[in-house]
């Protein structure tokens, strides 16, 4: 089969995510603008295969069998990574790093999103999951996206968006190729001040240097039975899961939502490792957690039913 211009088959995968687990994509493409991005879609559509994203890797996991179909990170200099300002609105492509995001808005004097520079993810992936962090939320400042399929492009509001704790209603194969962002103009200092002071909290609760897609699990409802007002951190840690590990995949010693690659941890010693300490926590407290970490690829898992590829940031 003849495949697209820039279309590459039996890609990699496991270096475009920060724990460095995984295998490679069917065909992997890196789009720089709208118009390759559909066609791309619309190829893949008229095969019949699904659609996976990799944004900045950071809240992902590969299976190691790979993902069968198309995987696409949005990439480039162009639209889908441009940061722009208009007025008070900041204007940014899909594949646009948060964190950068964050900054360039604090240099501008614009608040609203300094959330933002502790959420090491794609803005497209961050509307997909509706991030929030540090009494931030992403649904609070978003003003509208545009959302790619096979079909074309469309622009949706965030009341269109079906935005619940850590979810949004976009669908596989829908690819968020930009967003604008609604903010208030303040003293620039006083932005970077705040931003700033985000930056050292998560650092100081955090681990660092390690390889890792940041949070496990989802915070449970502080109000519900067994949780008690704990955090899923604090719940994993009562149940003695700070420091456990399954092959070369460990729960950080430093922080126990937190699950490390060591050395060469595959994905899955890394699932059976967060099935694990999920049947830890509902045994001793009859919480069920349930994960923020996307998986692209399909892999059998005891504890849960097989997973499918999804986008993710």
Not at 212 to 225: L, R
Request: aromatic residues 4%; contains cysteine; hydrophobic residues 40%.
């Amino acid at each position: 089969m003849s495949l697209p211009d820039g279309v590459i088959a039996d890609f990699p995968l496991a270096r475009l995510t920060t724990v460095r687990t995984g295998g490679s994509a069917q065909y992997f493409a890196r789009p720089e603008d709208e118009e390759t991005l559909i066609e791309l879609l619309s190829w893949a559509g008229d095969l019949e295969i699904e659609v996976g994203v990799v944004g900045s890797g950071s809240n992902l996991l590969v299976s190691d069998a790979g993902v069968r179909g198309l995987v696409v990170k949005l990439s480039g200099k162009g639209q889908l990574t441009r940061i722009e300002r208009e007025s008070d609105r900041v204007l940014c492509g899909g594949g646009a790093r948060l964190p950068k995001v964050a900054a360039k808005a604090a240099r501008w004097g614009l608040a609203g999103i300094e959330f933002g520079v502790n959420i090491p993810g794609s803005v497209g992936g961050a509307v997909r999951m509706n991030a929030n962090a540090y009494g931030g939320a992403l649904a609070e400042t978003l003003d509208a996206v545009r959302v790619c399929n096979c079909d074309g492009v469309a622009e949706r509001g965030p009341e269109q968006l079906g935005f619940s704790y850590r979810h949004s209603n976009l669908k596989p194969g829908e690819v968020v190729s930009g967003a604008a962002f609604s903010l208030r103009a303040e003293q620039v200092g006083a932005v970077k001040e705040r931003m700033d002071s985000m930056r050292a909290r998560r650092h100081a609760a955090q681990p660092s240097g390690i390889k890792t897609f940041g949070s496990t699990f989802k915070n449970p409802d502080p109000k519900a039975a067994g949780v008690g007002g704990r955090t899923a951190g604090q719940l994993l840690e009562a149940a003695q899961c700070r420091g456990l590990g399954v092959g070369a995949a460990r729960f950080s010693p430093e922080h126990a939502n937190f699950v490390e690659n060591r050395g060469a941890a595959t994905t899955a010693e890394v699932l059976e490792l967060i099935d694990l300490g999920r049947r830890r926590v509902r045994e001793r407290f009859g919480v069920e957690l349930e994960t923020e970490v996307q998986l692209l690829g399909r892999v059998d898992r005891p504890d849960r039913s097989p997973g499918s590829p999804r986008g993710a940031s």
